[in-house]
Each structure stands twice: as C-alpha cells, then as structure tokens.
C-alpha cells in the first residue's frame, strides 16, 4: 500500500499573494496530477507530468506553475492568488502503465482574504 | 461543451432503499471511472469500467460504451453511503487526463 499526503491541510493568503502547495507520494508512481475542485463543482485537471523531470498543462493552467522536484513529490503554486479562486486542491498520483487507477490526497483547501 | 453529466445532482434516500445513479458523456471515452468522494473530502476509486458489468458489495457499474452512458447502483442504502459521487472519462486522444462530471450528491438519512 502507499499514501498520498498533501501540504498544508488549510492555506490562508492574501490576494496578490504567492502561494505554494505540495504534495508526496510513496507509492512510487510516475505519474502525478493537481485538480482543483470548486464547490459543488467535478474536478478540473491543473498540471500532470506523466514522469519525473515532465510537466504538461491541463485545461486550467493558467495563473499556476506546477514543479515535478523528483518522482515522489509535486508542487502547485499559485502565481497571483484571486478571491475566486477559493476551492480545495487535489493532488494524485498513478502507474504510467495503469494511468486510469488514479489515488488522491486529502486535499488543500485555499481561502483568499 | 459538457462532456461528461450526472444526474441526479442531488439524491437523499431513506435507509435500505436502492439508488441508481447516471453518467453520460458527450465525446469517445477510452476509459471511465467511478470516484467516491467522501464528505471530508478524500476522493477513492470504485470502479474502473469502460464497458459492461461490474459489481463490489452493495455497488454495480454498467457501462454501454456505443451508447456513452453508465450507471451506478447502490443497493440497501447506508447511512455511510452519503457522499459525492464522480463518474470520470479519459477521452481516447488525452492520455491520463481524467474529464470528471459534476457529481451526484448522495444523502441517507436513517
């Protein structure tokens, strides 16, 4: 078995602010995904990188940069944090030969003052 | 547009009564996979089923692939069934990028 741990649980900032969070995996996977989720809403896929040293943009890239550091660990920043863009952030992780079978994190939730 | 719709958007259910729950998608899906949300926010996996039957415990999948829809059946509802439910699309020229509906919000109520 492995798990997926995302950090911080909780994140505060200001607008205009620089925010970044993380996410490791010790399931050994290649591929790892940021999603971000809206309330009430399905997920939207931010960044993947299908293997270590690889970034690809999903449909809502724009306003984030993502870091693939090593294979275990996956970052999210958020450039410019915007009031609307208070919602839960999922990371997940899966096998390059199995990609459907995705794990998530708990998640971060984002709130902007 | 759309590419992937659930319905109901919302369903609250008395105790032992079943529910059956819709998927349909717009575009070729390649792969589709069912997610449990539960209300703390952690997303699992159900199921992985582009096609056909699947069943685990009181849960069933069917998916008919040429008419893009799938279902999922929950039998004897539990209180611990309450939830959201994703049904997700892996469109066949998008490797690895999951396309989730918006979800059925489940409530069972004893």
């Known amino acids: 078995g492995g798990i997926i741990t995302q950090t911080p649980k909780f994140l505060i900032g200001q607008e205009g602010q620089k925010l970044t969070l993380k996410c490791q995996q010790n399931?050994?996977?290649?591929?790892m995904y940021w999603y971000r989720q809206d309330s009430g809403k399905g997920l939207r896929l931010i960044y993947y990188?299908?293997?270590?040293?690889?970034?690809q943009k999903g449909d809502l890239s724009e306003g984030y940069d993502a870091s693939r550091e090593k294979k275990s660990s996956f970052s999210l920043t958020v450039t410019s944090a915007q009031k609307n863009e208070m919602a839960v952030f999922l990371c997940?992780?899966?096998?390059?030969?199995?990609?459907?079978?995705?794990?998530f994190g708990p998640g971060t939730r984002l709130t902007v003052l | 547009g759309q590419q992937v719709q659930q319905s109901p958007a919302s369903l609250v259910l008395q105790e032992g009564e079943n529910a059956e729950l819709q998927c349909n998608f717009s575009?070729?899906?390649?792969?589709l996979q069912w997610f449990y949300q539960h209300p703390g926010g952690r997303l699992v996996s159900l199921f992985y089923?582009?096609?056909g039957t699947k069943h685990t415990g009181r849960l069933t999948s069917t998916t008919v692939t040429n008419e893009r829809r799938s279902s999922l059946h929950i039998s004897s509802s539990q209180t611990t069934d309450s939830g959201t439910y994703f049904c997700?699309?892996?469109?066949?020229?998008?490797?690895?990028?999951?396309?989730f509906g918006q979800g059925t919000s489940l409530s069972v109520v004893p």
């Open positions: 089923n582009p096609s």
């Open positions: 997700a699309i892996e469109r066949s020229s998008s490797f690895s990028k999951l396309v």
């Open positions: 575009s070729t899906a390649t792969r």
């Open positions: 997940a992780s899966s096998n390059w030969v199995s990609s459907y079978e995705q794990y």
């Open positions: 399931f050994n996977h290649d591929t």
């Open positions: 990188s299908i293997t270590e040293n690889d970034l």
